[in-house]
């Protein structure tokens, strides 16, 4: 496939380079996982395969060869030679058919999946770009080209089997996220350092994601929370988000791209199952949190699991 148009920020990524944190190395990934992960198992790939995370304004893509698809997260309208084609299905391409996009319809990441996957040598252990270290998968530029993995012979076998096999996923188990977003954490050992008008105005009030918003993180505009004392602290080890206090009283959440460790207040975690929600929320959204269990955390994160599990069962079945 060739990028006739980059889009304002498109990269191959995949579940993450993990075990380097120690290195200073961050684990980067795509953003919205579960959207990655479906759209993989709907094509018959292993979930963690490397695919095409792309932004709005988007890429416009021509391919060279035949290809199996499908894309997912984010609706930005998409379309193959002019034709509407709809996300989370099984998309067909010929050589020299011209994928683009138009409006903009909902959130803010989609993916493109391939079968089979992309042709490409992993770095660390990953296919996913490390943006801010430069190495690692591919940050796309105009007029790049991917290599795919299975072609001529090997992918009309591949075609066969897949149009058997389940051809969309399910609506239930897709990324659902609203204006007004809800996203549950659990809490962090500084929140108790919070005074108390503080600790209530965090889960009582809508935060605002604002402009610095980005792969790195998301900052959020609100009133301004303040802690009992102000003593200086360690720097510790972050994480996929973590909810941490700025000196100027607004929170940021760290995304995809964070950083290996920090030194401010970690008030809270985002958990695991709400971060693909994070991912496709907007600037200017509003954001409530509210706390939860680890126990309540690990019983929402086995639940998706399980259901993964099955839609991975119907898919095999034809495989």
Not at 150 to 162: M, S
Request: aromatic share 8%.
């Amino acid at each position: 496939m060739i990028f006739l148009k980059s889009g304002i920020l498109t990269s191959i990524q995949d579940i993450g380079r993990c075990g380097f944190k120690d290195k200073g190395i961050n684990p980067s990934g795509a953003m919205d996982t579960l959207s990655m992960r479906l759209l993989n198992i709907l094509l018959g790939n292993e979930d963690t395969e490397a695919v095409l995370e792309f932004h709005y304004p988007t890429p416009t893509i021509t391919f060279e060869e035949h290809a199996l698809f499908a894309i997912g997260g984010a609706n930005f309208s998409g379309s193959l030679n002019n034709k509407s084609v709809s996300n989370w299905k099984v998309l067909e391409a010929k050589p020299g058919d011209m994928l683009c996009f138009g409006k903009k319809v909902n959130g803010e990441r989609a993916y493109i999946a391939i079968k089979g996957g992309f042709n490409l040598k992993k770095s660390l252990g990953s296919n996913s770009t490390n943006l801010l270290g430069g190495f690692g998968g591919k940050k796309i530029e105009k007029g790049d080209s991917l290599d795919l993995n299975l072609k001529n012979g090997q992918l009309f076998a591949a075609t066969k089997k897949v149009y058997l096999a389940p051809k969309t996923v399910n609506v239930n188990l897709r990324p659902a996220f609203e204006q007004n977003q809800e996203i549950r954490v659990i809490v962090g050992k500084d929140l108790s350092n919070l005074d108390l008008e503080s600790r209530n105005k965090i889960f009582n009030q809508s935060f605002i994601i604002s402009s610095h918003a980005d792969r790195m993180g998301y900052r959020l505009e609100g009133d301004c929370l303040n802690l009992q004392s102000s003593e200086e602290q360690i720097s510790s080890s972050v994480a996929f988000g973590t909810i941490q206090l700025l000196p100027d009283g607004q929170l940021v959440i760290l995304m995809a791209d964070h950083q290996t460790t920090g030194g401010y207040p970690k008030l809270a975690n985002v958990i695991s199952v709400d971060l693909s929600i994070l991912a496709q929320l907007s600037v200017g959204q509003h954001v409530t949190f509210r706390e939860i269990s680890m126990e309540v955390a690990e019983s929402v994160f086995l639940k998706q699991e399980r259901e993964m599990k099955k839609f991975k069962s119907a898919v095999q079945l034809y495989l």
